[in-house]
């Protein structure tokens, strides 16, 4: 059985993620699409001196209004990955993975993950039947 090889730094994170995605919106932003999920996947490095660095990978949902922030701690706490945040005045779902040791099958599953998590909660803001729509307000 073949291992899956590794990530050895930000730049060649960068260059699997452009290889294996499509561009997106920003040049830190990269579209995803497996079957009917479709979603747009931010990466941002995050650095903790004096440890190793981490990715941060993000899926935007909307505008903070459209959400109950009550409900949005809630369902932060039982997602199967990731939590939510505020950035920006937008409700993000966010994944960190630490950079060292990361095998490029772990990038692919948390990329899946994070989009068809995200996908439930976007059914939810579009008013669809969706396990997260306690979250719209």
Same mark, same amino acid.
């Given at each position: 059985?073949? /291992?899956?090889?590794?990530?050895?730094?930000?730049?060649?994170?960068?260059?699997? =993620?452009?290889?294996?995605?499509?561009?997106?919106?920003? +040049?830190?932003?990269? !579209?995803? *699409?497996?079957?009917? /999920?479709?979603?747009?996947?931010?990466?941002?490095? &995050?650095?903790?001196?004096?440890?190793?660095?981490? &990715?941060?990978?993000? *899926?935007?949902?909307?505008?903070?209004?459209?959400?109950?922030?009550?409900? /949005?701690? #809630? $369902?932060?706490?039982?997602?199967?990955?990731? !939590?939510?945040?505020?950035?920006?005045?937008?409700? #993000?779902?966010?994944?960190? =993975?630490? =950079?060292? +040791?990361?095998? &490029?099958?772990?990038?692919?599953? $948390?990329?899946? +993950?994070?989009?068809?998590?995200?996908?439930?909660?976007?059914?939810? #803001?579009?008013?669809?039947?969706?396990?997260?729509?306690? #979250?719209?307000?």
């Amino acid at each position: 059985m073949a /291992t899956s090889p590794e990530i050895p730094s930000w730049s060649a994170l960068l260059l699997h =993620l452009g290889a294996t995605l499509a561009p997106g919106s920003k +040049g830190d932003r990269f !579209s995803y *699409v497996h079957g009917e /999920t479709r979603c747009e996947i931010g990466v941002a490095q &995050v650095l903790a001196p004096p440890g190793p660095p981490w &990715v941060c990978l993000m *899926v935007w949902l909307g505008r903070v209004e459209g959400f109950g922030l009550r409900a /949005t701690l #809630v $369902a932060s706490g039982q997602l199967p990955i990731g !939590s939510l945040a505020l950035l920006d005045e937008q409700i #993000v779902l966010r994944q960190t =993975l630490p =950079l060292e +040791g990361l095998l &490029v099958t772990q990038l692919g599953q $948390a990329i899946r +993950g994070l989009a068809e998590t995200a996908s439930q909660l976007q059914a939810a #803001v579009a008013h669809d039947d969706s396990p997260y729509a306690y #979250v719209v307000r």
